[in-house]
């Protein structure tokens, strides 16, 4: 059989790893796989100047492997930032195991994957993300010290989602507070986009703010639930990005700030818990920018999950996660008035801080 690339030659033009544009200088990746529990699932460590890499494992349905490594790449380097912003001294990492966590995932295959952890010997360190449980922590727990996110019961520090959704909630009013002058956020109307288990406890805080909301997900089950447990409203209009609203929460999956939406949003806020909003920081953040909406940088506002489980590695509690996590609010403030005095996007602000931090760690490393 011949394929479309036959030829070493061939392969190189393609640049397949080293070569994505997403690839960004990551250290090492590890492509995992086990033909028994039909297992395959990409490492990404981006960065380890300031810890060991820490970021959850994701499993989704893939459309092909370039999709699968493309996100763990992008996913990777932004936990590099993320913990760098929250002051963690940790890493960058991620996984992503390919396949329908619904009806692909067994005990068997999670547990092999956690042998794939534990070869790595800490330098990455995994955690839940979309498509994996405290359950599977808890299993991956069993075969390697390298895991975090494991159940209260069990010693850890449980779903780091309610934390997680407490830090969107702060630096969403920061941002409101910006923007329009107040972080209260009563009579505000929201669009959470992805009522899953961060959208959900954001929708529990907003709408006891007494914030207007409007929620949409792929799940009509989902939707419908989290409406009437919250008394919400489920979207029902043709375009959801051109919905008239003051605040949107991305709350599902990346990328949903793009070439198609970036100019339709009418929203004046947009803050959410999904990670890389932004299809292209630079271009999109820019428009955003332009069009005078306040972007909150995703991976600033949705650190508490990984604040939440940092205290299992030092060693504190709920009680001090969510004091950290409060934090986000100023942290929000700071980078949007740095933004402003640098003529930055809030998203080149922050980012210019963490790799700040990275680069001063690096500095007295080789002293
Ligand atoms: P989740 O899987 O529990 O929820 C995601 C929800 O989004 C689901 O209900 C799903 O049906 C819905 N969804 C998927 N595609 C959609 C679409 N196109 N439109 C509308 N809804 C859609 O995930 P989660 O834990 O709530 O995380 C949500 C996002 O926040 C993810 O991007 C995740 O990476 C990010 N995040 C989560 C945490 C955490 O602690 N859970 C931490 C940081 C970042």
């Known amino acids: 059989m ?39 699932a990409i490492i ?20 092909n492997e370039w999709e699968a490594l493309n996100d763990v790449l992008r996913l990777s380097r932004g936990m590099t930032y993320k913990s760098a912003i929250s002051g963690l001294n940790l890493g960058g990492g991620k996984a992503v195991i390919i396949g ?18 534990h070869s790595l010997s800490g330098k990455y360190i995994t955690a839940e993300d979309v498509g994996t449980t405290t359950p599977d922590m808890d299993l991956i727990r069993e075969v390697t010290p390298y895991v975090t996110g494991i159940s209260e019961s069990k010693g850890g520090s449980g779903n780091p989602s309610p934390v997680t959704a407490y830090g969107v909630y702060m630096g969403m009013k920061a941002a ?23 959208g959900e ?10 914030a207007i909301v409007t929620i949409t997900d792929i799940s009509e089950s989902r939707m419908e639930e989290v409406a009437k447990k919250y008394n919400a409203a489920i ?44 299809a292209n920081e630079r271009i999109h953040g820019g ?14 506002i949705n ?25 986000i609010y100023n942290t929000t403030l700071e980078i949007f008035n740095l933004s402003e005095a640098r003529n930055l996007t809030p998203y080149q602000a922050a980012m210019a801080i963490a790799e700040k931090r990275i680069a001063e760690r690096k500095l007295e490393y080789s002293k």
């Open 100 to 117: 329908n966590a619904k009806t692909d995932k067994t005990p068997e295959m999670i547990t092999e994957f956690g042998k794939y952890i």
């Open 303 to 327: 650190a508490g999950g990984i604040i939440n489980v940092y205290g299992e590695i030092v060693n504190y509690g709920k009680e001090e996660a969510l004091r950290r996590t409060e934090n």
């Open 44 to 63: 990404g460590i981006h960065n380890t100047v300031l810890g060991p890499a820490l970021g959850g494992t994701r499993m989704w349905k893939y459309d």
């Open 2 to 40: 011949t394929t479309e690339f036959t030829t070493a030659k061939e392969l190189h033009k393609i640049d397949p790893v080293f070569g994505q544009a997403s690839f960004d200088n990551h250290e090492q990746i590890v492509f995992c796989n086990d033909k028994d529990t039909g297992l395959k």
């Open 176 to 198: 409101a507070k910006y923007k329009f002058g107040s972080e209260n956020l009563g009579g505000k109307r929201v669009l959470v986009q992805g009522t899953g288990h961060v």
């Open 235 to 278: 979207f029902s209009g043709s375009d959801l990005y051109e919905f008239d609203c003051d605040i949107y929460a991305p709350c599902a999956l990346g990328a949903t700030i793009n070439d198609d939406t970036v100019y339709r949003i009418q929203a004046g806020v947009i803050a959410g818990a999904a990670n890389n909003q932004l």
């Open 287 to 300: 428009i955003l920018q332009q069009r005078g909406i306040a972007y909150a940088p995703d991976f600033l």
């Open 201 to 210: 406890t954001l929708v529990d805080y907003l709408t006891k703010e007494g």
